[in-house]
């Protein structure tokens, strides 16, 4: 079966300041790996994808990440942040079935 | 990216009625749609899976009389939510995936509030 453990429930930091959110998840097969970000009330919308080729993936709002096979991580990482970058993040595991599975998420708040 | 609109965004309803949530693939087709439920600051809950034309399939825990699914044509389901109760309230997000794709397409989602 397949989890994913996000490490972190919740990570302040100060505007302009870089920040990691970290992922890590188990699988016995081949997987591709999702960071979704959620404002409030709102869905979720994709923030990159790893599905193979490089290890670093970047993806919309100056986020990227990183696939680490042996490590069985894929952390998410901006160098500057922004008060607009506050919002919950979901790291998610697709197997190539139809489930995704998701992370219990990181509350990013990033203060002034 | 493809869009999935999910109507209505919020509801209010009255204990012991029904609501109806829809969720649409606008620019795609979906044969596979999937009905999340998300409790305050909590992740993303598996209700059922849904698929064109059959049944839908629902994840341990979940009762099928209560939380039925329709999946009517390639670009529509519908969650509806049988004789409401407080404790149904919750925010419901619907997804959709392009049959041979690999990334799932999110609705804006639906906070429901039964009273």
């Known amino acids: 079966a397949q989890s994913v453990t996000q490490l972190d429930s919740q990570v302040p930091v100060f505007e302009e300041a870089p920040v990691e959110l970290r992922c890590n998840y188990s699988s016995s097969v081949s997987v591709y790996l999702f960071w979704y970000v959620q404002y409030p009330n709102q869905g979720l919308q994709l923030l990159l994808k790893y599905l193979s080729g490089s290890t670093l993936v970047k993806g919309i709002n100056g986020f990227e990440a990183e696939f680490n096979k042996s490590q069985t991580s894929f952390h998410l990482r901006k160098p500057s942040v922004h008060i607009s970058d506050t919002a919950e993040y979901f790291c998610?595991?697709?197997?190539?079935?139809?489930?995704?599975?998701f992370g219990a998420g990181t509350r990013l708040f990033v203060k002034a | 990216g493809a869009v999935v609109s999910q109507h209505p965004s919020r509801v209010i309803c009255k204990s012991g009625t029904s609501v109806k949530i829809e969720c649409r693939s606008l620019?795609?087709?979906?044969?596979?749609m999937f009905w999340y439920r998300q409790f305050p600051k909590q992740s993303l809950m598996l209700m059922a899976t849904s698929n064109e034309g059959s049944k839908a399939t629902y994840e341990q825990g979940v009762e099928k009389d209560k939380f039925l699914i329709n999946h009517a044509s390639l670009t529509l389901s519908t969650l509806t939510v049988t004789s409401a109760h407080p404790e149904d309230s919750s925010f419901y997000i619907c997804s959709a995936r392009v049959e041979a794709g690999t990334e799932a397409f999110f609705g804006q989602g639906t906070r429901l509030t039964v009273v």
């Open positions: 620019d795609f087709q979906a044969t596979t």
């Open positions: 998610a595991v697709y197997t190539g079935g139809f489930k995704t599975i």
